[in-house]
């Protein structure tokens, strides 16, 4: 039964239904008859689908849910049917199925980016055992294992150092665009990137205990607690029926006529509450479609109407998630900035550290030229030295500098703590045992951030910063962008923490983000909108809503549409709601038959459609600007670890 159901509920057998409905309609206005009206064929095909959802929710719902809309509209079916009228029994089956087509359309949502997530677990590990190492699976590292990671290698269970030092890429676990320096006796977890030193770990936390699988799980369990859109038809439902079958009974006793007692079931059929929120839902995705925002389903639109708080990630979220140099400053006469900034570039040249890449780049594009450099050397987490045209270069943090007998003067202390109450990285450069310059990088703050956020604030929306960066350096962000409460230095479950109990306070949360650890946190979300084209592909499929372009500024937008389009979902209700009403009054009259009935309620339909096909090209102020990016965000490095 569930798989002819299936069959006649998919598209092709819904406009195949309305095809032999029009023939029906045609030859009733021609006076024409037939044998057999074609109004059959809509029933059948219409119609089994939905006694198939009203007698399964009959059976299988608990309460007040037994009764739907599909209840009654197959009441109404097979009444109509009674009286020999085919074409108001085919009519009402066959838009209760288009409403059920265009709800199914608006509410899918893929379940890619879990699969995604899954694939990022490491499979295997480097045991050592008795001085000697050995590939094991991951399922098989133990608490205590002793564990050799290499530089590129994915480190695959959370542990502790007991050898060496490197730089870890944590993204995958707090979103930060820097490796963070490590060394002995500093945690490291499970699917986080070694990037450049070798380093021996003791296993913490293994298997279903690691930090990846919690996050995995938490998107497991926030994709669970996702409960299925009720229609606001179903909703109606137990209020509807009653009443509908009480007034055709009272109309029947009353006139005596039971020609108007099915009439008023027919016009009592909440058609137009079942096109009410797919056809505005539908018009409203188009129009965000044209502005290069994807929205997946229509709960996550309708919620978006009631979100009241707004979270946003910091990296590749508000900013563009990409350290450029922001400060090149000298303490010696005898070097300029240009002079200091190819001299530091110079050594760089050879190293993979994201903040070396932007030094070079930097000098690169001020068309600098770049000195001949050996003896390149590079201890992990610290820094580098080489040889650059026979000047000794030590370029690094400042422990890196004072390890190797480098004075720090008063002088560079200062400026080291302006650059880093400022959220900037900075590189300190020795040159023949003395402290030369220092280079500050910083992010990117995105230059619609500010007049985003002033725009959500001026649409009664608050703003909330949920960040893994540290304190210093989202304070001084969240004052660049405008926002005034600030939650820093969070694990993703940490993330999913906070906005949980945002909503315990009653706030309607929305999380905006970017990166694989926020993942948890856009499920957790009522709504969860994620960066599409820089963002990671987790993010986005475990998102509701995508910004393909990057541009935040498409926030204040979506909230007006979302508005907009809840304010005219509850519109077109009110309106089928009084087109029921005034149909019913003249049914009872007797100037209504089934069959002109279905056709009033139908019209009343047609006219909540074209309501909703309004949204599809109306103004919602979007005020993206896509200016040049602003210099002086914000961002920490090796300085701040």
Not at 246 to 257: E, H, K, N
Not at 316 to 342: H, M, R
Not at 586 to 593: A, E
Request: hydrophobic share 45%; aromatic share 6%.
């Amino acid at each position: 039964m569930k798989r002819l159901n299936d069959f006649f509920a998919g598209l092709p057998m819904t406009i195949a239904g309305g095809v032999f409905l029009v023939a029906s309609l045609i030859l009733m206005l021609m006076k024409i008859e037939v044998p057999v009206d074609p109004a059959w064929v809509s029933v059948i095909i219409c119609g089994i689908p939905l006694l198939y959802l009203a007698i399964w929710r009959v059976i299988c719902n608990k309460g007040i849910n037994k009764i739907s809309s599909a209840l009654l509209i197959s009441i109404a079916m097979i009444a109509a049917i009674a009286i020999g009228d085919i074409f108001a029994a085919g009519e009402v089956a066959f838009i209760m199925a288009i409403g059920a087509i265009l709800e199914d359309k608006t509410s899918e949502r893929s379940k890619k980016g879990l699969k995604e997530l899954i694939s990022l677990a490491p499979q295997q590990g480097r045991r050592i055992n008795n001085g000697k190492e050995e590939m094991i699976n991951a399922e098989a590292i133990k608490v205590g294992y002793i564990l050799r990671v290499l530089p590129g290698e994915i480190i695959p269970v959370d542990g502790k150092i007991i050898s060496g030092n490197t730089s870890v890429d944590q993204a995958i676990m707090t979103g930060e665009s820097l490796p963070v320096d490590k060394e002995v006796g500093d945690s490291v977890f499970c699917g986080t990137i070694n990037r450049f030193g070798a380093i021996d770990m003791e296993a913490t936390n293994v298997g279903e205990d690691s930090s990846l699988q919690k996050l995995i799980r938490m998107v497991q369990d926030a994709e669970n607690k996702q409960a299925p859109i009720q229609r606001i038809a179903d909703k109606w439902a137990t209020r509807l029926v009653p009443v509908a079958l009480l007034i055709a009974i009272v109309t029947y006793f009353v006139t005596q006529d039971i020609v108007r007692g099915v009439t008023v079931l027919v016009v009592f059929c909440p058609c137009a509450l079942v096109l009410a929120t797919p056809t505005a839902i539908m018009a409203a995705i188009g129009q965000a479609t044209k502005h290069g925002v994807i929205i997946k389903s229509g709960e996550a639109l309708e919620k978006m109407g009631k979100v009241d708080t707004i979270a946003f990630d910091k990296t590749g979220t508000l900013t563009f998630g990409k350290l450029e140099v922001s400060d090149t400053i000298s303490f010696t006469q005898e070097l300029d900035e240009n002079e200091l900034l190819a001299l530091i570039a110079s050594a760089e040249s050879r190293s993979e550290h994201p903040l070396g890449k932007a030094i070079v780049l930097h000098a690169k594009v001020k068309n600098l030229v770049l000195k001949e450099t050996s003896g390149f050397r590079m201890e992990a987490g610290k820094g580098i030295y080489a040889n650059v045209s026979g000047c000794k270069l030590l370029c690094g943090s400042e422990k890196y500098l004072t390890e190797n007998g480098i004075d720090i003067p008063k002088q560079v202390r200062d400026t080291l703590d302006i650059l880093r109450n400022q959220g900037k990285a900075s590189l300190l450069a020795a040159a023949d045992g003395i402290c030369v310059g220092v280079v500050g990088l910083s992010d990117v703050l995105r230059p619609t951030a500010n007049e985003m956020v002033a725009e959500l604030g001026e649409m009664g929306t608050q703003t909330v910063l949920l960040t893994g960066d540290n304190r210093r350096t989202a304070d001084y962000f969240a004052k660049q962008a405008g926002i005034t409460s600030v939650r820093a230095e969070l694990l993703p479950e940490e993330k999913v923490e906070n906005i949980v109990q945002l909503q315990q306070e009653g706030k309607s949360v929305c999380m905006i983000g970017d990166g694989v650890n926020d993942a948890p946190a856009l499920k957790t979300a009522s709504v969860g909108v994620a960066m599409g084209a820089m963002g990671s592909d987790i993010a986005v499929d475990a998102a509701d809503i995508a910004l393909m372009s990057d541009d935040i500024s498409k926030i204040p937008y979506l909230k007006r549409l979302s508005n907009a389009t809840v304010r005219t979902i509850k519109f077109s209700i009110a309106l089928s709601l009084f087109i029921n009403f005034v149909a019913i009054l003249m049914s009872f009259m007797g100037w209504l038959t089934p069959t002109t009935g279905a056709l009033v309620h139908n019209a009343g339909s047609i006219l909540v459609v074209l309501i909703a096909a309004l949204l599809y090209d109306r103004k919602f102020g979007d005020k993206g600007t896509g200016s040049a990016p602003r210099r002086g965000a914000s961002y920490s490095g090796w300085e701040s670890h």
